[in-house]
C-alpha cells in the first residue's frame, strides 16, 4: 500500500512509526521543513519530499498518482483540507484523511461539510475531540488505564490496575466470573510490562494491569469496585481552560450533574469567558492562576479533589502541575503530553495515566487502514503492545482458523489470543453475546462470525495474525 503522509510534525511522525513497522506499507512524507525530514530519513526506512504539502506539483513528486491514501496532517487545517482535494480531483486517490484543529469544522451545523458533494475527506480527526471522548471514557470507567469497545461496541474491555484494596487480590483468573457476579470475564494479565501466558497458574496481584472484558452496561460501575478504588470522583479540577478542558468539563457535568468541577486558566481574559459560558449551567468555579504553581493549587483546595486532569498546551505546566498534584494526595491524575517519547518516563516519574493526541490519532488511522480485517485497533504506547479485534472470516473450505481451538493455530510469536466474543452480529442479541475467554475455555472453537480479539508484542506479529485470519481465495477450478 503507498501512503503519502503530509506533516513532519508529532503526528505525522506518530502515524509513520505506526505504518512503517508493517512491511507491506510503502510511505512517503511531505514537509516544508528540510531539518524534519533529515531525522525522519534517519530513523526509518521510507522516502522524503520537501515542498508544501497542498501543491499539485509536489504531490505528483512525492508520487500522488501511485498513492493508494493520503494522510494530511500537517498544522493547517486549511493545507490539509486543500490536499485531500487535490488528491481527488486531480488523481483520484481512493482514500483521503486529514487533521482537523478547528472544531468550528466539525460541529452540528456543519455536519454537510465532508458529506457527500462537500469536502472530498473520508475521515476528518481531530486530536483535541479524540483527547476529550479519551478522558470522558477514563472518567466514567473509573480505575481504568485503557478502554476498548468491541463487536460492534457490544462489549468494553477495561485495562484496570489493580490496586491493594481489590477484592480480586490472590484469586485465580477463572474465579474472576463469580467475584465480579458473572457480569464480567478476566482475559489477560500484565505485570512488570509483560503478558502473564499461562493464566490458569496465576493469581491476581497488585499492580498487575487486569484486562476485563463485560457488557457495556455493567462495566461502569465494575471498573471502579474491581480496582479497589473506594470512592468515586466528586471534585474534579480540570488545569486549562482551552478547547479540551471546556469540552471535558462540559462532558464531566453530564456524566454525573453532582460533580463540583473547578477550571485553572492562566488567561484572565480567558478565565472570565469560560465563566461567562459555564458557571450559570454548572456547579463549576472558573480560578484565574497558574496551575503548576504548589502554593496556587493548595490555596485553591486542589489537596481535597479527587481528580486532577492537566489539559493545557504546554507540557511542562502539564507535568508540574500533575506531579504537584500528586504530591498534594490527589487519588487520580490525568496528564496530556504533545511528545510521545514521554510516556515511559512519565509513568517512572508517578504519573499513572499520562494522554498523547498523536497516538489516540494514529491509533484512528491505523484502524481506518485495516478496517477490512481488523475493526478495533489500540497500541498501548505505555507498554508497547497492540490490541486489536479480528473478526472470523469465511468457512472450513476458505479459512485459515474456522473450526480450530486455540492451541491449534499457529500464532506468530508475541501473540496472544485473548478470548472470543460470540453473537454479537446475530439481530436482537441482547443477552445473547458471550465471552469465551481462552483460559477458561480451551477447547472452544471458532466459528465464522467471531470476534476474536488479541494482544500482540509487535506491530509485526499484528500484520501476521491479521494475514492469518483473512480468507483464502476460493479455488474454482
Not at 143 to 164: K, S
Not at 391 to 414: D, F, I, Y
Amino acid at each position: 500500500m503507498n501512503v503519502l503522509i503530509l506533516g513532519a510534525g508529532q503526528v505525522g511522525r506518530t502515524v509513520l512509526q505506526s505504518l512503517a513497522a508493517d512491511i507491506n506499507m510503502d510511505v512517503t512524507v511531505v514537509d516544508t521543513d528540510q531539518h524534519a525530514l533529515a531525522e525522519i530519513r534517519a530513523m526509518h526506512s521510507c522516502s522524503t519530499v520537501a515542498g508544501h504539502a497542498s501543491s499539485p506539483d509536489v504531490l505528483r513528486e512525492a508520487g500522488i498518482e501511485d498513492c493508494d491514501a493520503i494522510v494530511a496532517v500537517t498544522a493547517s487545517d486549511e493545507v490539509n483540507l486543500v490536499a485531500c482535494q487535490v488528491a481527488l480531483t486531480l488523481h483520484d486517490t481512493p482514500m483521503r484523511i486529514a487533521r482537523v484543529r478547528n472544531l468550528d469544522y466539525l460541529g452540528e451545523n456543519h455536519v454537510k461539510l465532508f458529506s457527500a458533494g462537500g469536502i472530498p475527506v473520508d475521515e476528518p480527526i481531530s486530536p483535541e475531540l479524540t483527547v476529550v471522548n479519551h478522558l470522558k471514557d477514563l472518567v466514567e470507567y473509573q480505575g481504568a488505564v485503557y478502554i476498548a469497545e468491541f463487536a460492534d461496541a457490544e462489549v468494553v474491555m477495561t485495562c484496570t490496575r489493580m490496586l491493594a484494596g481489590s477484592d480480586l487480590i490472590g484469586l485465580k483468573p477463572n474465579q474472576f466470573a463469580t467475584a465480579s457476579g458473572n457480569r464480567a470475564q478476566l482475559v489477560g494479565l500484565l505485570r512488570d510490562n509483560k503478558m502473564v501466558n499461562s493464566l490458569r497458574d496465576a493469581k491476581i496481584a497488585v499492580d498487575d494491569l487486569a484486562f476485563i472484558l463485560g457488557q457495556k452496561n455493567a462495566m461502569h460501575e465494575l471498573s471502579r469496585d474491581l480496582s479497589g478504588i473506594i470512592k468515586p470522583y466528586r471534585q474534579v479540577v480540570i488545569g486549562g481552560g482551552g478547547q479540551i478542558g471546556m469540552r471535558l468539563a462540559k462532558d464531566v457535568h453530564e456524566l454525573s450533574p453532582r460533580r463540583n468541577i473547578k477550571i485553572i486558566e492562566a488567561d484572565p481574559a480567558r478565565a472570565e469567558q469560560l465563566a461567562g459560558e459555564l458557571e450559570s449551567s454548572m456547579d463549576l468555579t472558573v480560578l484565574s492562576g497558574d496551575a503548576s504553581s504548589e502554593d496556587f493549587l493548595r490555596a485553591n483546595d486542589v489537596n481535597d479533589s479527587d481528580l486532577y486532569c492537566a489539559v493545557t498546551n504546554n507540557d511542562l505546566v502539564n507535568v508540574v502541575s500533575s506531579l504537584t498534584a500528586k504530591r498534594l494526595n490527589v487519588k487520580t491524575v490525568f496528564t496530556l503530553v504533545q511528545h510521545v517519547h514521554y510516556l515511559e518516563s512519565l509513568v517512572q516519574a508517578g504519573i499513572e495515566i499520562p494522554i498523547s493526541p498523536q497516538q489516540t490519532t494514529a491509533n484512528i488511522i491505523q484502524r481506518l487502514f485495516r478496517e477490512k480485517t481488523l475493526s478495533v485497533f489500540r497500541h498501548l504506547a505505555l507498554f508497547n503492545l497492540d490490541l486489536f479485534e479480528l473478526k472470523v472470516q469465511g468457512n472450513a473450505e476458505t479459512s485459515r482458523v474456522v473450526g480450530q481451538q486455540p492451541s491449534q493455530m499457529k500464532l506468530p510469536k508475541g501473540t496472544h489470543l485473548l478470548c472470543l466474543v460470540r453473537g454479537a452480529d446475530q439481530e436482537n442479541s441482547a443477552g445473547q453475546t458471550e465471552i469465551f475467554p481462552f483460559h477458561a475455555n480451551p477447547d472452544v472453537r471458532l466459528e465464522e462470525g467471531d470476534r476474536a480479539i488479541f494482544i500482540t508484542e509487535s506491530s509485526d506479529a499484528t500484520t501476521k495474525a491479521e494475514q492469518l485470519f483473512r480468507a483464502k481465495a476460493f479455488k474454482l477450478f
